[in-house]
């Protein structure tokens, strides 16, 4: 390949002419054109006992080589244009994220450079959607994942400072996940963890959303309720997940129960603080033997 660019190479060193129209241009020029005035010339001069007929030739010749030259030029500039379009959408595309519409079906060099470059951009760009998914979610769940959480709960506590959308924290525990993994091994305790996330994602309304916080452990966050609406979010979670125990070989069914907790955030609460009382307040339901702890202004 670095063999193949040699003349590009050479003239671009030359500087002159500077743009990739103007190098096939002067390729083409030299290659032609030179060699047809040269013929022209002797012709003309061959022609010695009569110079006005000679004058003549090497005019006519003379505008036809430019008009040639012209039109040879414009052609090769309308020519290059898929080159241009396909540079111009790589520079939007790295600019703006702009993913490109170029034209298809032309079976060409010029065409399957435009295809292959639509291609790639358009499969570079489902990798980075993925990629970007893969960064925010939980691989298990697919809920969003908890440093993803932590990030929305900070922009969430600062839209609600400046009097944003107020919103409730619910912390949500798999009672005795624990025990589950230990008793029936890791697979099985993943099938009950993706279990309760399909529950807690189909429990919320639309606008709010979902999070896997650790091992058993989620997070919701749900917008401008109260505590009865609170109450009733977390009751039909705890009912849909108990007409659905989980299927384990060999044995019984197992029932899944959750214990939940739901605050308000305070004035001037940063995301640590608002964690940390959610844990004290999941605790305590805990301690209490309560399902659920509501403590939703």
Known sequence: MDGSLRLYR???????????????????????????????????LSQSESFSAAGTI????????????????????????????????????????????????????????MADVQLVLRQLDEALARSRRLASTDLLTGLLN???????LAEELARAAIGGNPFVLCFVDL??????????????????????????????RRGDWCARWDGGRFLMVLYGVDSNDC???????????????????????????VRGAALSPRAGDAVDALLARAETTLERARQSGNAFMVEVS
């Open 58 to 113: 090497l005019a006519v010749a003379l505008a036809a080589t430019v008009i040639g030259m012209v039109a040879t030029l414009l052609a090769m500039h309308a020519l290059l244009n898929p080159v241009a379009i396909t540079s111009r959408a790589l520079r939007r595309y790295l600019g703006e994220h702009e993913l490109p519409t170029l034209p298809l079906g032309y079976t060409d060099q010029a065409g399957r450079l």
């Open 146 to 152: 908890r440093a993803t959480a932590e990030k929305r």
């Open 10 to 44: 050479l003239l671009s060193k030359l500087r002159r002419p500077a743009s990739y129209a103007g190098k096939l241009m002067l390729v083409a020029f030299v290659g032609t054109h030179v060699p047809l005035l040269a013929l022209v010339v002797y012709v003309t």
């Open 175 to 204: 009672d005795g996940f624990d025990r589950i993994e230990d008793a029936f091994g890791r697979d099985t305790a993943n099938r009950a963890v993706v279990q309760v996330s399909a529950v807690l994602s189909h429990g919320v």
């Open 231 to 257: 109450s009733l979010v977390l009751e039909r979670i705890r009912v849909a997940l108990g007409a659905q125990p989980l299927r384990v070989e060999d044995g019984a069914p197992v029932a899944l129960k």
